[in-house]
Structures are given as structure tokens and as C-alpha cells.
């Protein structure tokens, strides 16, 4: 079975929603067995609600625990940080091109959010980026076409 990458806090806010969830079982369960006492099960649209709730959480639970199972967790505040660009690392890019300034976290693709400047380990500037080191300018290959980037900085945190 292959790894897949994650962040400390990747794996903490799957466990979190797989608490959640657990919680949630007993509640369905409920919610089922109330149903079941209105009597005909054809026409009781609660209790087919209720039967489809639980296999959404069910199949939501099943697949936090593989996610969970196949996870190889990566803490980079724990390594010491020789300005190079890895898995779990923050990056600070200066555009060569507009001077703009971006700041990204290479993640795991789960928890990738472009919005809060998390992007897949698996995202083409991610790729372009890994094994770099600060200072390097890069080349990367966009949607929008080849874009030039220095590396500022690499932090660890």
C-alpha cells in the first residue's frame, strides 16, 4: 500500500471529523428505529432519509480510515530547515514578471485550499517547486503559460 503525504494538521482535522461522525452513528441509529415505529417502511420518508444519512456517514467514516491508514504524516517544524523546498513547507514566490508577492503551503491533495494559500503537493507549481532551494529562480509551466518566480523564502513552520 503507497503513502500518501499529509500535514500534521491535515491528519488532526481528519480526526476530528471522523470524532464527529462516530458521534453521529448513534443518532441516525435513533433516528431510524423512531422511524421504523410510524409503521409502513414503503412510504416513511423518514425513515428512508434516515437509512440514507447513515450510509453517507458510514461511507464518509470508511473513508477518513483508509485516508487516515495510508498517511505518512510529515511535521517539517520537527527537521531543520536548510532553505529547501519540500513536502509540508511554506514558500514565499516573487513573480519576476509583476513583482508580486504569493505565499504557499505544498500539502497533501486533500487538503489543498488555494483560497488559504495551500496547494497540492501534486499541483504543477507545487512540482515545479519541490527540491528547489531559496534564492533559485523557476520556471513553471501554468494554465496560463510559463510564469518566472524567485524562490524568497522556505520556512518550515
Known amino acids: 500500500m503507497e503513502k500518501v503525504p499529509m500535514t500534521l494538521r491535515g491528519e488532526q482535522q481528519l480526526r476530528v471529523e471522523l470524532e464527529r461522525l462516530l458521534k453521529l ?11 421504523r415505529e410510524l409503521g409502513d417502511l414503503k412510504e416513511n420518508a423518514e425513515y428512508h432519509a434516515a437509512r440514507e ?3 453517507i456517514c458510514e461511507a464518509q467514516i470508511r473513508d477518513i480510515e483508509y485516508k487516515l491508514s495510508v498517511a505518512q504524516v510529515i511535521d517539517v517544524t520537527t527537521m ?6 519540500i513536502f509540508g513547507s511554506t ?3 516573487i513573480d519576476v514578471d509583476t513583482e508580486e508577492e504569493k505565499t504557499y503551503q505544498i500539502v497533501g491533495d486533500d487538503e489543498a485550499d488555494i483560497k488559504a494559500g495551500r496547494i497540492s503537493v501534486s499541483s504543477p507549481i507545487a512540482r515545479g517547486l519541490i ?6 529562480e523557476v520556471v513553471i509551466s501554468t494554465p496560463g503559460g510559463e510564469r518566472d518566480f524567485e524562490i524568497d523564502s522556505v520556512e518550515y513552520i
Open 25 to 35: 452513528r448513534p443518532q441516525i441509529s435513533e433516528a431510524i428505529a423512531e422511524a
Open 80 to 85: 531543520d530547515n536548510n532553505g529547501k523546498v
Open 53 to 55: 444519512e447513515q450510509g
Open 91 to 93: 514558500v514565499t514566490l
Open 131 to 136: 527540491g528547489k532551494m531559496e534564492g533559485d
